[in-house]
């Protein structure tokens, strides 16, 4: 059993930056590829970006890449997802999400565990 508890989030104006924890508890949190999600307000929820359990592997969606970056700290069983250049369009709950096997995966039905969320909104 792997829990996930992500922080971070707030209210920043466009142009700003971010960045997000996920604190994991549980020894295997190094063998897990980690994803983060967001929902918007009426919407469903979309994936952002995965990273390999060794963090050799990223993949992100297009419409975060070249802004946002997901990285790991296994000796800390920690992912983080720094976010840059925010648009309004960003806001969201974000979630960060376990994932026991070895692939990246970007459909959040693949992932095992999920994290409460934390809210970022970004005022224009």
């Known amino acids: 059993q792997v829990q996930l508890v992500e922080s971070g989030g707030g209210l920043v104006q466009a142009g700003g930056s971010l960045r997000l924890s996920c604190a994991a508890s549980?020894?295997?949190?190094?063998?897990?590829?980690m994803g983060w999600f967001r929902q918007a307000p009426g919407k469903e929820r979309d994936f952002v970006a995965v990273?390999?359990?060794?963090?050799?592997?990223?993949y992100y969606a297009d419409s975060v890449k070249g802004r946002f970056t997901i990285s790991r700290d296994n000796a800390k069983n920690t992912v983080y997802l720094q976010m840059n250049s925010l648009k309004p369009e960003d806001t969201a709950v974000y979630y960060c999400?376990?994932?026991?096997?070895?692939?990246?995966?970007?459909?959040?039905?693949?992932?095992?565990?999920w994290g409460q969320g934390t809210q970022v909104t970004v005022s224009s």
């Open positions: 999400a376990a994932d026991r096997s070895s692939y990246i995966h970007t459909l959040d039905y693949e992932y095992d565990y």
């Open positions: 549980g020894r295997t949190f190094s063998s897990y590829a």
């Open positions: 990273i390999s359990w060794s963090g050799g592997t990223t």
